[in-house]
C-alpha cells in the first residue's frame, strides 16, 4: 500500500513551508552562539518555518517571559541573513498569571514587543496563542487586521482553538486564518476526533501540530499506554527507524497534511527529523496506533 505519509511542502497562508518546523519552546539556557548552531542545524535541514511564542522562557531553563525571543532575536542581529532563510511565526494573547488578554490593546502592545525582541520588522505568522474568552472575536480580528494594513505581520494563525473558537473569529476577519495550532500526537488524538483536523481541511488553514511526540514522553515511555508503545516500537522495527520517528511520522500521515513542529534543541536530533517522511505508513498502520492510544477498537 502507498504510504499515507505526503512529504512535500505544505501552504501556510502565502508561504510555502515545509512538512517539519522548528519548535523554540525549549530555545532557552542556550549561548548565543550554542543558540545559533541549533537554529543554524535546524535550516540547513530544512526545518524553515521557525515557531516561537513571547511565553516562551517561563520553563525549559528560561529566566521569564520572552526569554526565547530574545534569544532568538540576538541570533538573527548577529546573523541578518538568516531571517530571509526562515517564515517566522510567533504567538501572543496569554501575560501570567492573567493568563489570556486579547484586548485590543494588550495585543496591539504584545505584537509590537515581539517585534522589538525579535528585532524584526515584520512577524511571518502571528498567532493567538490562546482564546480570551472575554474579547469579542470582532475586536480580535480589528487588531489583527490593523496589524496586518501596517505590515507588522503578514499572515494570521490560532493556536489551542476549539473549531468554533476558530470559525468566530475566521467570521471577522477579511482575510483567512493561515494555520491553525494544536497539540497532536499518537498520545493525543482530539483534534482528529474533535472537529480540528476537519476544519482545517473545510478552510484550508495548515496544521501545525505542537509536541508530536507528547512532550518526549512517547520517546522516554512516561505516563504512555504499553499497549501504544508496542505497536510504535513494531512499526520502528519494520521500517528501521527510531520510536521517535516513527511517532513523527503518525502525526504527518493525516490528510490534513499537518506541519510537525520538531522541539528537540539536540544538533543531532534536529539533523535526523527528517527521516520520519521516509517512513511507509498506512491505513492499518494508523489504525493500530489509533485503538492502541485510546485502548478500545474501532466500531
Known sequence: MASLIDPSDRRLGSFTVPALAFGCWRF????????????????????????TADVYGFDWGGDGFGDAEQLLGQVLAADPSLRSRMVLAS??????????????????????ASLERLQVDT????????????????????????????????EVGVSNHTPAQHAALAAHLP??????????????????????????MQTGAAVMAWS??????????????PDLLAVLDRLAE??????????TAFVLAHP????????????????????????????????????????????
Open 28 to 51: 532557552v539556557g542556550h549561548t548565543a552562539e550554542e543558540a545559533a548552531t541549533v537554529l543554524n542545524t535546524a535550516l540547513d535541514a530544512g526545518l524553515t518555518l521557525v515557531d
Open 91 to 112: 504567538k501572543g494573547g496569554i501575560m501570567p498569571p492573567l493568563p489570556y488578554d486579547s484586548s485590543a490593546e494588550y495585543l496591539r502592545a504584545a505584537c509590537e
Open 123 to 154: 512577524i511571518d505568522v502571528y498567532q493567538i496563542h490562546r482564546p480570551d474568552m472575554y474579547t469579542h472575536p470582532a475586536e480580535v480580528a480589528a487588531t489583527l487586521s490593523a496589524l496586518k494594513d501596517e505590515g507588522k505581520i503578514v
Open 175 to 200: 482575510f483567512p486564518i493561515a494555520g491553525s495550532q494544536v497539540e497532536y500526537s499518537a498520545h493525543h488524538l482530539a483534534p482528529m476526533r474533535d472537529g480540528t483536523l476537519d476544519l482545517c
Open 212 to 225: 508530536p511526540l507528547a512532550g518526549g514522553r512517547l520517546v522516554s515511555g512516561e505516563d504512555m499506554a
Open 238 to 247: 519494520r521500517e528501521g527507524v527510531d520510536r521517535a520517528t516513527l511517532a
Open 256 to 299: 490534513s497534511r499537518p506541519i510537525a513542529i520538531v522541539g528537540t534543541q539536540s544538533p543531532v536530533r534536529i539533523a535526523a527529523a527528517g527521516a520520519a517522511l521516509t517512513v511507509n505508513l498506512d491505513r492499518n498502520d494508523c489504525y493500530d496506533i489509533i485503538e492502541a492510544s485510546e485502548g478500545v477498537p474501532l466500531p
